[in-house]
């Protein structure tokens, strides 16, 4: 069997060794093989063998040693980090994978104050490594699964058998079957692959980079699915509330625990709701308000030209360009350059009377509140929902609001998470 296709690549190594009874082929990827291996285990091996028979049993006596016998597996399995060895016109197929990867470090998107701060790594026997010493049960099962038809990237489908449904995972390993991508290199990318609508704008399914969360979600029965390359991990089925758990709730007593789950319920009513109540209340409604606070707003607006909604809108944008600032600016001046921004593009625009005094207090209570939410994929959507709702209140004041909520409500009830209600409760 031969590689032509391949011999043109720099990084494609072939080589025949000889000995006065027997000979050996090697090919592999330089970029992708651990080549310390492969003279300590397959080089050095051969010159130490006395004959082509004892040589094969050796390999075969390797964990991961394939036999293959089209060109097209071997091309695959090359690709995928092994070592091919020509012996006696078989072709063995010997995994020598050299995955660069981070070390386990702290998890950063996700921080909590107590317990475990590594976090999930690239390279999945290092991922699956941190799961199994916390979930040390005969019932975790591992598979293997693969998608991206050029990236060919390795996913590990993970649960408990006797805890997960088996509708559940029916429906799971169907939809990563089904994903026909070209290259899938991160979570949030594959989910967006597993969502069949979409126009929808809320997760699914949940992204993690703690495995201490991995391992809470399994111990409910739920599905993890790793990527090879990637520090981050999908769990499902999912519900809305979810999104709304951090690791610290378990750790914290109960009482406390449940008062900060409500925070982040209210956090959630201020950013989602209050733009567009400071719209429908000032232009339609002032009437709801005391006099006294009626009277203030409306002195605050005397010098600005222009109505609620463009106010609003203005400075809603402005926050917007300052958080996708702070993503893509340099680690080193991101938080000096958006706090300046931030502090005074406010300034500013009070002092020019294009925005009132009450206006920066509802951004700023908005822009907090939108980050107390734990996991990002979930204040990112409702970053995006606040518009229809400013939309409505514009046009139809507390009435559109009320109709815009209602209308929320309904299509997350709509929603499903690998057949789960997105709704449910418990």
């Given at each position: 069997m031969r590689f032509e296709s391949l011999r043109s690549n720099e990084d494609f190594f072939t080589r025949k060794f000889e000995k006065s009874n027997y000979a050996i082929s090697l090919y592999y990827f330089t970029s992708v093989c651990n080549e310390d291996d492969i003279f300590k285990k397959l080089i050095s091996a051969f010159y130490n063998s006395e004959s082509a028979d004892a040589y094969e049993l050796?390999?075969?006596?390797?964990?991961?040693?394939?036999?293959?016998?089209?060109?097209?597996?071997?091309?695959?399995?090359?690709?995928?980090?092994?070592?091919?060895?020509?012996?006696?016109?078989?072709?063995?197929?010997?995994?020598?994978?050299?995955?660069?990867?981070?070390?386990?470090?702290?998890?950063?998107?996700?921080?909590?104050?107590?317990?475990?701060?590594?976090?999930?790594?690239?390279?999945?026997?290092?991922?699956?490594?941190?799961?199994?010493?916390?979930?040390?049960?005969?019932?975790?099962?591992?598979?293997?699964?693969?998608?991206?038809?050029?990236?060919?990237?390795?996913?590990?489908?993970?649960?408990?058998?006797?805890?997960?449904?088996?509708?559940?995972?029916?429906?799971?390993?169907?939809?990563?079957?089904?994903?026909?991508?070209?290259?899938?290199?991160?979570?949030?990318?594959?989910?967006?692959?597993?969502?069949?609508?979409?126009?929808?704008?809320?997760?699914?399914?949940?992204?993690?980079?703690?495995?201490d969360r991995v391992v809470k979600s399994l111990s409910e029965g739920k599905i993890i699915l790793l990527l090879e390359g990637s520090s981050w991990a999908l769990i499902g089925p999912v519900t809305f509330f979810d999104f709304f758990k951090s690791m610290d709730d378990p750790v914290q007593m109960p009482i406390i625990g449940q008062f900060l789950v409500s925070i982040r319920y209210i956090a959630l009513m201020i950013t989602l709701v209050l733009p567009a109540l400071y719209i429908s209340i000032i232009s339609y409604s002032p009437d709801l308000l005391k006099v006294q606070f009626a009277l203030l707003v409306a002195g605050s607006r005397m010098s600005v030209p222009f109505p609620s909604y463009i106010e609003i809108m203005f400075m809603l944008i402005m926050t917007e360009f300052l958080i996708e600032a702070s993503i893509r600016l340099p680690k080193t001046i991101s938080p000096t350059a958006t706090t300046v921004g931030g502090l005074i593009l406010g300034q500013a625009a009070t002092s020019a009377g294009l925005v009132a005094d009450v206006m920066i207090i509802v951004i700023s209570a908005v822009a907090i509140s939108n980050f107390v939410v734990p996991v990002n994929a979930m204040h990112q959507a409702i970053r995006i929902i606040r518009y229809p709702l400013i939309i409505l209140a514009s046009f139809l004041g507390t009435i559109g609001v009320v109709v815009g909520l209602l209308a929320l409500v309904a299509y997350l009830c709509s929603l499903k998470s690998l057949g789960k209600p997105y709704m449910k409760l418990l």
């Open positions: 050796y390999v075969r006596s390797f964990p991961s040693w394939t036999l293959i016998t089209s060109d097209a597996d071997a091309i695959q399995s090359l690709l995928d980090g092994s070592v091919a060895v020509m012996l006696n016109e078989k072709l063995f197929m010997i995994e020598m994978k050299n995955f660069i990867a981070r070390a386990v470090e702290v998890s950063t998107e996700e921080n909590v104050l107590q317990g475990p701060k590594d976090g999930l790594s690239e390279n999945l026997d290092t991922s699956i490594n941190l799961i199994r010493n916390r979930y040390k049960s005969q019932a975790l099962h591992a598979e293997s699964h693969y998608a991206g038809n050029k990236s060919n990237t390795k996913l590990i489908m993970m649960y408990d058998d006797q805890l997960v449904e088996p509708n559940d995972l029916a429906l799971f390993k169907e939809k990563v079957a089904k994903v026909q991508v070209d290259i899938v290199q991160s979570a949030g990318q594959l989910q967006k692959c597993l969502i069949q609508n979409k126009l929808n704008l809320f997760p699914l399914f949940l992204t993690t980079e703690r495995p």
